[in-house]
């Protein structure tokens, strides 16, 4: 994957942060919910059904969201230089781990440090290291 550098504009990265924490925040307040992905999607496949409709609104939004944009302002160009087989083996791991470590970025990175979890604290320094050693081996040791 490359990223076009001269595109980038600190501006619209600060704008969708600031969207992320605001509708955390309001999931948070407004109906006691964390607004962590793995969490919702699992409970659409375990809860009572009277549970599932915020689920639903909550994924629909993840989804339109972006549709929206890119029917407005276009999409960027995404270049992802790996195999369908790397893109699967990297799926599974991420699923994997987010079961192992009870939750994923959003939940921990977002919503359990705001809330100043220790656990959502020893998750996300977990993901950063994994991912900054996946760097690093994937990129200096096997050169890719």
């Given at each position: 994957?490359?990223?076009?550098?001269?595109?980038?504009?600190?501006?619209?990265?600060?704008?969708?942060?600031?969207?992320?924490?605001?509708?955390?925040?309001?999931?948070?307040?407004?109906?006691?919910?964390?607004?962590?992905?793995?969490?919702?999607?699992?409970?659409?496949?375990?809860?009572?059904?009277?549970?599932?409709?915020?689920?639903?609104?909550?994924?629909?939004?993840?989804?339109?969201?972006?549709?929206?944009?890119?029917?407005?302002?276009?999409?960027?160009?995404?270049?992802?230089?790996?195999?369908?087989?790397?893109?699967?083996?990297?799926?599974?791991?991420?699923?994997?781990?987010?079961?192992?470590?009870?939750?994923?970025?959003?939940?921990?990175?977002?919503?359990?440090?705001?809330r100043l979890s220790p656990r959502s604290l020893v998750a996300t320094l977990s993901f950063m290291a994994a991912g900054f050693a996946t760097v690093f081996v994937m990129?200096?040791?096997?050169?890719?």
């Amino acid at each position: 994957m490359s990223i076009d550098w001269s595109a980038f504009t600190p501006w619209s990265a600060l704008a969708g942060g600031m969207l992320i924490g605001l509708a955390a925040s309001l999931l948070l307040i407004l109906h006691g919910r964390i607004a962590g992905i793995s969490g919702i999607v699992g409970g659409l496949l375990q809860t009572p059904d009277g549970d599932h409709r915020w689920r639903i609104a909550f994924l629909g939004g993840l989804i339109a969201a972006p549709l929206l944009w890119a029917l407005s302002v276009g999409t960027p160009s995404i270049q992802v230089d790996a195999g369908y087989p790397t893109l699967i083996l990297a799926g599974l791991l991420v699923g994997f781990f987010t079961r192992l470590g009870a939750g994923c970025t959003s939940g921990h990175g977002v919503c359990g440090l705001s809330r100043l979890s220790p656990r959502s604290l020893v998750a996300t320094l977990s993901f950063m290291a994994a991912g900054f050693a996946t760097v690093f081996v994937m990129r200096h040791l096997f050169g890719g």
